[in-house]
């Protein structure tokens, strides 16, 4: 058998006694066990008995506290310690603070009046046009920030907006938490004047924080902006005519000697151009029709230009020989032609003789 199953079994039996005792008329002995070592003390377990409480004011404020407002005493039948009998009874009470849980359904009902002209102080009506809900969560709000100063105010107010959400009307928060913010200024200045000034702390380290972000933001687009305007602005120095004496860039120097080169290479070919015409027309008297010569352009590289050279030189050569043969032969023909006309002649001066 589990821990939590004795705990309800033991409660189940406690709370028959007390029902057995009050139908018994014992009830004026009847005392709450205040001791907190076999409850559940945590936040959660607080939290329910505020539940149950309220459900339990709320019950005995439209029944009990009705009746001996309309003086109808006679009528009260359902005591505070009654309620809490019967819902320890029928609930599961094991993850519950029973001991808050008793505390505020017993004191509560015993100050009802002192809590009620306290929350009448910061309303704008009469405490009986209250709704009920509302009425019984501003009752266990007051008691809270006038008797339990352990619990910071700001927690009072999250339950009792909690309790509101869970139980109360669309907008009774409004009125909730107007009241018990007021009445928290009175009951716990110290408290709340030591809040607002944390929060002030809290609000101007967060505007300088802020502050300093935004300071940073602008310098480091401050800092970008001057790098982009470095990098897109030219580096290169304006050579104008007023300023001969600044030297040009490598790159220009380059680009000048590469023309010069250029323009020699198209003089040379012009002038090879002009030697072959030369030697052709000398060695052939026949005229040659006026073509145009095919030159190379200017995008050829020094290796062709020497291909060329070469080329030109062994055509030169080669001319040069065949005009030596031709020379020659010319030469051997006149020789044999004056043999045979010497000796046509010598025939014929023999011939006269005989």
Do not use: C
Request: proline share 2%; net charge negative; aromatic share 4%.
């Amino acid at each position: 058998m589990t821990d939590q199953l004795k705990r309800a079994i033991s409660a189940a039996q406690t709370a028959q006694t007390d029902a057995t005792d009050a139908a018994s008329g014992k009830s004026d002995n009847q005392h709450f066990d205040m001791s907190e070592s076999t409850y559940k003390t945590s936040h959660t377990a607080v939290r329910k008995a505020r539940r149950f409480a309220m459900q339990g004011l709320y019950e005995w404020l439209v029944t009990d506290r009705r009746f001996e407002q309309t003086d109808k005493r006679s009528w009260k039948d359902n005591a505070p310690h009654d309620i809490a009998a019967r819902t320890r009874a029928t609930n599961a009470m094991h993850t519950v603070h029973i001991g808050y849980y008793h505390e505020m359904m017993r004191d509560i009902p015993e100050q009802i009046d002192a809590l009620d002209a306290l929350i009448s102080q910061h309303l704008d009506r009469d405490i009986d046009k209250l709704d009920t809900v509302e009425h019984a969560i501003l009752l266990i709000g007051a008691y809270e920030l006038q008797n339990r100063l352990e619990i910071p105010y700001k927690v009072v107010l999250d339950e009792a907006m909690k309790l509101n959400n869970h139980f109360g009307a669309t907008d009774a928060h409004k009125l909730i938490n107007a009241v018990l913010d007021r009445m928290a200024i009175d009951l716990r200045a110290i408290e709340v004047q030591a809040d607002s000034k944390a929060n002030l702390r809290s609000s101007q380290k967060a505007a300088a924080k802020l502050a300093d972000t935004e300071q940073t933001q602008r310098n480091e687009d401050a800092t970008a902006a001057d790098i982009d305007s470095k990098l897109t602005a030219s580096t290169k120095p304006r050579i104008s005519a007023n300023k001969t004496g600044i030297k040009r860039s490598r790159s220009n120097q380059t680009h000048v000697g590469q023309t010069n080169a250029d323009t020699a290479t198209d003089q040379k070919e012009v002038k090879m151009a002009d030697d072959i015409a030369n030697i052709d027309s000398e060695d052939n008297p026949i005229s040659v029709p006026n073509t145009a010569v095919e030159l190379p352009s200017k995008e050829n590289s020094a290796v062709e230009a020497v291909e060329e050279d070469e080329f030109l030189d062994t055509t030169d050569d080669a001319d040069i020989g065949l005009e030596n043969s031709n020379l020659l032969g010319s030469k051997d023909k006149v020789s044999e032609e004056s043999k045979d006309n010497g000796n046509k002649d010598n025939s014929s001066e023999a011939k006269d003789e005989s």
